[in-house]
């Protein structure tokens, strides 16, 4: 079990990091902590309060417990498909700079689609759509630090 304390030192420890989603789980309780998400995606006021921390063990004193679904409802356009990163790296929107970028929103893409460039240590790797669609978002920011499987685009498929 977590006390108050370590639960917020969790909290504080993830935030340091380029991660969405933190997820842990002992059997009796499981804790998911989520961050960054989309605009799109956002629906509600997300504070929660720790009294509230997201619990699956009743025995533990305190805590009150709520499900996840509660706090990250499900998109309000189920549609949308994302594109995730297939390794770390950093993102990079454009094969150049000063050159214009590979995709923007609204535009329609195919599966052989270029999307963007990700680069590990020197090394370029080009994502592409791997389905028919329009891209509705950009996820990732050019030149940030991506982490195997973070969304970078939603794609409305055709």
């Given at each position: 079990?977590f006390?108050?304390?370590?639960?917020?030192?969790l909290?504080e420890?993830v935030s340091?990091y380029?991660?969405k989603?933190?997820?842990y789980?002992?059997?009796?309780?499981?804790?998911?902590i989520?961050?960054d998400?989309?605009?799109?995606m956002?629906q509600?006021?997300?504070?929660?309060?720790?009294?509230?921390?997201i619990?699956d063990?009743?025995?533990?004193?305190g805590?009150?417990?709520?499900?996840?679904?509660?706090i990250?409802?499900?998109?309000l356009?189920?549609?949308?498909?994302?594109v995730?990163?297939?390794?770390v790296?950093?993102f990079y929107t454009?094969a150049?700079?000063?050159?214009?970028p590979?995709?923007?929103v609204g535009?329609?893409?195919?599966a052989?689609t270029?999307l963007?460039?990700?680069?590990?240590?020197?090394?370029?790797?080009?994502?592409?759509?791997?389905m028919s669609?329009e891209?509705v978002?950009?996820?990732?920011?050019e030149?940030?630090?991506?982490e195997?499987g973070?969304?970078l685009?939603?794609?409305?498929?055709?």
């Open positions: 079990m006390s108050k304390q370590e639960l917020q030192e909290i420890t340091q380029p991660i989603t933190f997820k789980s002992d059997g009796t309780t499981n804790i998911v989520k961050k998400r989309p605009a799109s956002k509600k006021n997300l504070d929660v309060p720790m009294s509230e921390a619990s063990s009743e025995e533990t004193p805590l009150h417990k709520i499900s996840t679904s509660e990250y409802p499900e998109p356009q189920p549609e949308l498909i994302p995730t990163a297939p390794m790296g950093t454009t150049e700079q000063g050159k214009a590979f995709v923007q535009d329609k893409v195919t052989e270029v963007c460039i990700l680069e590990a240590m020197k090394l370029f790797t080009e994502v592409t759509a791997r669609g891209i978002e950009i996820v990732a920011e030149g940030q630090l991506v195997y973070q969304t685009f939603l794609v409305k498929r055709d």
